[in-house]
């Protein structure tokens, strides 16, 4: 059962436009939504995440857009750069009772190309 | 500040054989995870450890997977007999009950098994 779905899988953009990657997410008791950024022979990083209890957060170039009632989220990158291109994963989490750790959900990923 | 550490970088084995793969967690961190990623299935949690207890294993594929962390700075994801099929890269990654959700990825264990 795959509780993240993440599309496209992959993405090519011209350098300064504008890159989006959509995530649709099924437990609605998920309530941590990361975006991951992975490059060629690297373990993932966090990117930027946001909690649904806001709409938006931005951080740079990087915006997530969330959708309670849709279930979604999405990960903008304005004036897209080559530096940029790397494969993407959104996810989902609850944290646990106990509050002492996240199980996270991941997406199957995006690769992002950016052309110069 | 080093990072999460783990070995070897690549493994190639033939099938049949035993493999285990190492992670040192960073340090303080109290929860650590096994991700298996292959191009068909993404990112998929095996196992993770809270205060070096296992809290989750519902990810580990069958049998010939186990998972260890003897003490807070150390842990093994083991399979025997290793399959073809087992071929990915294998992540270790850790995160501080204190310090939020996130979680901070190794480098990763390519893993071939000819």
């Known amino acids: 059962q795959q509780q993240v779905k993440q599309s496209p899988q992959s993405l090519i953009v011209q350098k300064g436009g504008i890159s989006i990657i959509n995530c649709a997410y099924e437990?609605?008791?998920?309530?941590?939504f990361p975006w991951y950024q992975q490059f060629p022979g690297k373990g993932p990083a966090l990117l930027i995440a946001?909690?649904?209890?806001?709409s938006e957060k931005k951080e740079g170039r990087f915006t997530i857009s969330f959708n309670k009632s849709a279930k979604q989220f999405s990960l903008h990158i304005m004036d897209s750069q080559p530096g940029d291109s790397a494969t993407y994963f959104c996810?989902?989490?609850?944290?646990?009772?106990?509050?002492?750790?996240?199980?996270?959900?991941f997406g199957k990923g995006t690769l992002l190309t950016v052309n110069p | 500040d080093a990072g999460v550490i783990q070995s070897p970088r690549h493994e190639v084995t033939e099938m049949g054989q035993e493999v285990t793969l190492r992670c040192k967690p960073i340090?303080?961190?109290?929860?650590l995870f096994w991700y298996r990623q292959t191009m068909m299935r993404g990112l998929e949690l095996l196992i993770y450890?809270?205060?070096?207890?296992?809290?989750?294993d519902s990810g580990m594929p069958e049998d010939r997977f186990s998972a260890k962390m003897p003490n807070a700075s150390f842990s093994t994801l083991k399979i025997q007999p290793s399959e073809p099929r087992d071929s990915a890269v294998y992540f270790c990654?850790?995160?501080?009950?204190?310090?939020?959700?996130?979680?901070?990825f190794g480098p990763g264990t390519r893993l071939t098994v000819l």
């Open positions: 340090s303080g961190h109290n929860s």
């Open positions: 990654a850790s995160s501080w009950t204190g310090g939020g959700p996130e979680q901070f």
């Open positions: 450890f809270n205060n070096n207890v296992p809290i989750d």
């Open positions: 437990n609605t008791a998920f309530d941590y």
């Open positions: 996810a989902a989490s609850k944290e646990n009772s106990g509050g002492s750790n996240y199980k996270l959900t």
């Open positions: 946001i909690r649904p209890d806001v």
